[in-house]
């Protein structure tokens, strides 16, 4: 059985002037462990085919299935990381770590020992007393993600999750982000309009038509999973499936 399987989804948002046809059909699965990354034109669809896996969004029609379950309402088992880090500027790193755990009622001591474990694989622990504001842009997205694992979630969607970031922050983030999800055995979904972050970090690359979306095409980026993110993006293979892609981008 597949980790997470999205049967015919469909979406239509309704506002006054009129109806916006999302989604229309969109069917795949995902095996744990895998990452996916999904590009499409502008305003396809992406974030709202995220939100719909999240279960922030009711689709129209379909339904997703994460672990066997019908996704119906947030889950525990999946984290949400945005463009923005969202960290809050008056606690310290470590209590914006603990965030997560509050809410859901799940600070003690045991959780907070995973969560300063990952502090100190991560190398933030140092910071640890730090306010957000004293951190780079890349050091904060890295507490944002560790945020977000502190409460086991087995399933990351990224939403342009690097996108705020500078071209070589973004390039020394993507790998810490992919080095730290595959160390933790992590399934991982990432938008993105950016074709080389897409190809660099996916074990396939779902490309998305222009709204409403559907799959237009599936390419699979055999660098295994040992890979480095941005030494990969001088592999011969990258520029033949960074060109699959952007063929079927511009269609
Ligand atoms: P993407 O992330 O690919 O840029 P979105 O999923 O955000 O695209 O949006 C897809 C389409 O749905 C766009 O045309 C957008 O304007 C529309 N849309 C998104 N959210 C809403 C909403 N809450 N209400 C109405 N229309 C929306
Ligand atoms: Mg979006």
Redesign the pocket.
């Known amino acids: 059985m597949s980790m997470l399987s999205v049967e015919n989804i469909r979406l239509s948002?309704q506002?006054v002037a009129g109806e916006?046809h999302?989604i229309k059909d969109i069917s795949f699965s995902v095996e744990e462990g895998e990452f996916i990354g999904i590009v499409?034109p502008?305003?396809?669809?992406?974030?709202?085919?995220l939100s719909c896996i999240a279960g922030l969004t009711q689709p129209t029609g379909g339904r997703v299935v994460l672990d066997g379950k019908n996704v119906d309402g947030v889950s525990e088992n999946i984290g949400y990381m945005l463009q923005t880090d969202n960290l809050l500027p008056w606690r310290s790193i470590y209590r914006n770590v603990l965030l997560g755990l509050e809410i859901q009622k799940k600070l003690n001591e045991e959780t907070k020992a995973y969560a300063a474990e990952l502090l100190k694989k991560y190398d933030l622990w140092d910071f640890r007393d730090s306010y957000p504001s004293a951190l780079s842009g890349g050091m904060r997205q890295r507490v944002s993600l560790i945020r977000t694992l502190a409460v086991k979630p087995r399933l990351l969607l990224l939403d342009e999750a690097f996108s705020a970031l500078d071209y070589q922050t973004r390039m020394n983030v993507s790998r810490d982000v992919y080095r730290i999800l595959r160390s933790e055995n992590k399934t991982m979904l990432m938008?993105t309009h950016d074709i080389p972050e897409a190809v660099s970090m996916s074990d396939r690359v779902m490309v998305l038509s222009q709204?409403p979306a559907v799959i237009a095409s599936v390419v699979k980026c055999d660098f295994g999973r040992r890979r480095d993110p941005v030494a990969v993006r001088n592999n011969p293979r990258f520029q033949l499936y960074f060109d699959k892609v952007w063929k079927e981008m511009s269609r």
Do not use: I, N
């Open positions: 948002y506002t916006t999302a499409g502008s305003g396809c669809g992406k974030s709202t085919l938008v709204r």
